[in-house]
């Protein structure tokens, strides 16, 4: 079913192919969308193509549910982060 609703900046879609993409740009003037796969590069669509797409709005938190492809916070490794909070790799200066 083609959408009949005008694109909104903020808000998450999924396509046909179960793809889920927030629109991050509206240009009305220019006839432009500009939309995000997860961590992809962004694309524009012109405003014409998007009212020709099968399209459903997610609410957030059917957004929330698909993943994105970003990680969460608590997901990304700390392997890098010191846990000893004594900082050997600088002296330390003595105050005489």
């Given at each position: 079913?083609?959408?009949?609703?005008?694109?909104?900046?903020?808000?998450?879609?999924?396509?046909?192919?179960?793809?889920?993409?927030?629109?991050?740009?509206?240009?009305?003037?220019?006839?432009?969308?500009?939309?995000?796969?997860?961590?992809?590069?962004?694309?524009?669509?012109?405003?014409?193509?998007?009212?020709?797409?099968?399209?459903?709005?997610?609410?957030?938190?059917?957004?929330?549910?698909?993943?994105?492809?970003?990680?969460?916070?608590?997901?990304?490794?700390?392997?890098?982060?010191?846990?000893?909070?004594?900082?050997?790799?600088?002296?330390?200066k003595d105050d005489e």
């Amino acid at each position: 079913m083609p959408m009949y609703e005008e694109p909104v900046v903020g808000a998450f879609y999924e396509d046909e192919a179960g793809r889920t993409f927030e629109v991050i740009a509206f240009d009305e003037n220019d006839g432009t969308v500009e939309i995000q796969y997860g961590e992809s590069a962004s694309e524009e669509i012109d405003l014409d193509d998007w009212y020709g797409l099968d399209l459903e709005r997610l609410t957030a938190a059917e957004a929330s549910e698909e993943d994105l492809d970003k990680p969460a916070a608590d997901d990304v490794p700390d392997d890098d982060i010191d846990q000893d909070d004594e900082d050997d790799d600088y002296p330390v200066k003595d105050d005489e």
